[in-house]
């Protein structure tokens, strides 16, 4: 799909979107057609009880007096509450009402700037962001598709009067996109595709945008002491990974990095604590979180962020096996301390306890995030709008929140404490990786942070916002890649040089 910004002429055939506010008032560009066709556009809203309200959407067929196969029309409520992300749903809604409609082409306007929150040139931006947003479709496995099911828009016009404006805006926002695309993709794949090696190849890959990679296997992690990560791997075929990225983007390069650690299960069976079958698949998208943090290095880089930040994915698979570990091993990690392993399904922490420590000691971070699809419990708590932040850092779970707000992926902050340490008292080592059942995924934040000593930290859980069973205004059902907007939001606004 190709988006370009056009100038503010409606075409004369195919379709075009456009904008309507709350109470029927009519943006430019639908007033316009409205009297072209002698008032169809308002015939229609009455007869379909079309209000403007946002998101609410009305197709009109073949309006009279227009040679137009379609208007399509797109409520965006009030105009003073129009937003960057009123303005991006507008143009996903606007894209997911045409897709497959059979129209090559597709015309959106963008006059309806006035009285929002918005310059000309950002309205139209934003549109086309959440334009392509919205038109990522994972489908690379139907070979049968019928034509008319498949997407048939290949070009977006964005029509504004501030095409340059909007054109330079829409830049950085394309490189977020692609960031985006390559989470989603990752994410989607199935694990007989999405091995930990596989992963890291695709990691690998931004070496072309100029991040440095390094691969680490699983006779390095020995070396290293990383007996927690390598526990988790052991009974898979498959050799676990830990993948390096870094973005060297400060006009100072020794400044240090913000470091973003993701968890990569590439499959969680569950191991010998092995999961029940049902819904068992959806472990593949447990490595959604190194999956974010691979596509946010991709968005980074891409849109050459001036900071310093390293990405840290550890990639594994938990598979129950002959050589699988059991509930009660003891598994000594890259800090030294130990770790009696209580239930095989609680992995994901024992593969960020030595990636975080690792990132510590390594590059001494400015602060340091991990993303992790790390606890059914936080989906009991949050259900799927909110991930849940733990931190130890006031000013950095303020800086991820309002970063979160700021692009729509939200997060809710969970407390830590002493009390909830406590459950993770062992009798014969030094920790178990289990709490007790009630608040499973602040005892799991808990486990983190005995890992990441005196750096800033933040974790967030996104076991209940990495997939989506349903479409949204620029996220289609599926792989959702929360957390790469949010980063790069944060980036941008805490990390970057001036
Ligand atoms: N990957 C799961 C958490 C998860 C559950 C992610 C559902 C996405 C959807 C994690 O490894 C896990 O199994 N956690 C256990 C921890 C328990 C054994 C302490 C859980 O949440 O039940
Ligand atoms: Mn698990
Ligand atoms: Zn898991």
Known sequence: MKIAFAKPELPADGAVVVAVFEGRALSPAARQLDERSGGALSRA?????????????????????????RVVLVGVGKAEAVDTQGAEGFGGTALAQLLTSGEAAIAIAADWAEGTKLSAAELA???????????????????????????????????????????????????????????????????????????????????????????????????????????????SERESQLVVMRWTGARDPEAAPLVLVGKGVCFDSGGISIKPSGGMEDMKWDMAGA????????????????????????????????????????????????????????????????????AKERFKPKAMIDLATLTGAIIIALGNEYAGLFAGDDA?????????????????????????????????????????????????????????????WAHLDIAGTAWSKKDTATVPKGATAYGVRLLDRLVATQYEDR
């Open 45 to 69: 809203m009455a007869a379909g009880r079309f209000e403007g309200k946002k998101d609410q959407t009305l197709t009109v067929l073949a309006p009279a007096g227009l040679a137009l196969n």
């Open 291 to 358: 999956g974010a943090v691979i596509g946010a290095m991709k968005a980074l880089a891409g849109r050459k962020a001036k900071a310093n930040v390293v990405g840290i994915v550890g990639l594994v698979e938990n598979m129950p096996s002959g050589t699988a570990q059991r509930p009660g091993d003891v598994v000594t990690s890259m800090s030294g301390q130990t770790v009696e392993v209580l239930n095989t399904d609680a992995e994901g922490r024992l593969v960020l306890c030595d990636a975080l420590w690792y």
């Open 125 to 235: 931006a934003r549109i086309a962001f959440g334009a392509r947003l919205r038109g990522y479709r994972f489908d690379r496995y139907f070979t049968k598709e019928k034509k008319e099911d498949k997407p048939s828009v290949k070009k977006v016009a964005v029509l504004t009067d501030a095409a340059a404006g909007a054109k330079a805006a829409f830049a950085p926002l394309d490189k977020v996109a692609d960031g985006v695309f390559l989470t989603r993709d990752v994410v989607s794949e199935p694990a007989n595709v999405i091995t930990p090696e596989a992963l890291a190849a695709e990691a690998s890959k931004l070496s072309e945008l100029g991040v440095e990679v390094e691969v680490l296997g699983e006779k390095q992690m020995r070396k290293l002491g990383m007996g927690a990560l390598l526990g988790v791997g052991q009974g």
């Open 396 to 456: 950095l779970a303020e800086a991820i929140t309002a970063a979160g707000k700021a692009v729509g992926e939200p997060v809710w902050r969970m407390p830590l404490g002493e009390a909830y340490d406590k459950q993770l008292k062992s009798d014969i080592a030094d920790m178990k990786n289990i709490g007790g059942r009630e608040g499973g995924s602040i005892t799991a934040a808990q486990f983190l942070k005995r890992f990441v000593g005196d750096v800033p």
